[in-house]
T-cell receptor, first 114, second 112 residues
């Protein structure tokens, strides 16, 4: 079992561009959560997907959107990139109904906006 | 409100005990967690405690919860160089589908 895998590992984009980050959950997991971790800070919850729908959302603008596919993998899309969007983006997978003792994190995608 | 606070740095000598502290403000938090983040690695769950517990011990790790003061601590006994990492405290509630609220992390520095 490969655990949670995220791609790409690193990405450089220009202000105003759009980016798509990808996440494959751990086998047996059906829920995917996305977090943004700015340098020197703790992760901030962006949103959570279950059954291909956004179930819960943190305090992020509509520029941040996502998708979950029937195989439970997920994408995070960010439009109109700002310099402040530079961060490590973490994906966590879990089984719905289980608390975070069942959540596993990927290694993240480091996004740099220039 | 939801806010989790931690000291940014802790420096200890190899072999000593490390105590990392965390305070939270949401008294309705159901679960409290300690995660470890090493450079280039994802977040690894170390241990967790239910809000109705006072203490939990797991090998070298001891978690203490003072619910009255909303204070959580993680003690690492016999600290080793491999314990060098950033340690995050996080809280979650059942009614938020276990959404995690995180502290800023404490960087543990091991002195030889």
């Amino acid at each position: 079992d490969a655990g949670v895998t995220q791609s790409p590992t690193h990405l450089i984009k220009t202000r105003g561009q759009q980016v798509t980050l990808r996440c494959s959950p751990k086998s047996g997991h059906d829920t995917v959560s996305w977090y943004q971790q700015a340098l020197g800070q703790g992760p901030q919850f962006i949103f959570q997907y279950y059954e291909e729908e956004e179930r819960q959302r943190g305090n992020f603008p509509d520029r941040f959107s996502g998708h979950q596919f029937p195989n439970y993998s997920s994408e995070l899309n960010v439009n109109a990139l700002l310099l402040g969007d530079s961060a490590l983006y973490l994906c966590a997978s879990s089984r719905t109904g289980y608390m975070n003792t069942e959540a596993f994190f990927g290694q993240g995608t480091r996004l740099t906006v220039v | 409100g939801e806010d989790v606070e931690q000291s940014l740095f802790l420096s200890v000598r190899e072999g000593d005990s490390s105590v990392i502290n965390c305070t939270y403000t949401d008294s309705s938090s159901t679960y409290l967690y300690w995660y470890k983040q090493e450079p280039g690695a994802g977040l690894q769950l170390l241990t967790y405690i239910f809000s109705n517990m006072d203490m939990k011990q797991d090998q070298r790790l001891t978690v203490l919860l003072n619910k009255k003061d909303k204070h959580l601590s993680l003690r690492i006994a016999d600290t080793q160089t491999g314990d060098s990492a950033i340690y995050f405290c996080a809280e979650s509630k059942v009614d938020s589908n276990y959404q995690l609220i995180w502290g800023a992390g404490t960087k543990l520095i091991i002195k030889p």
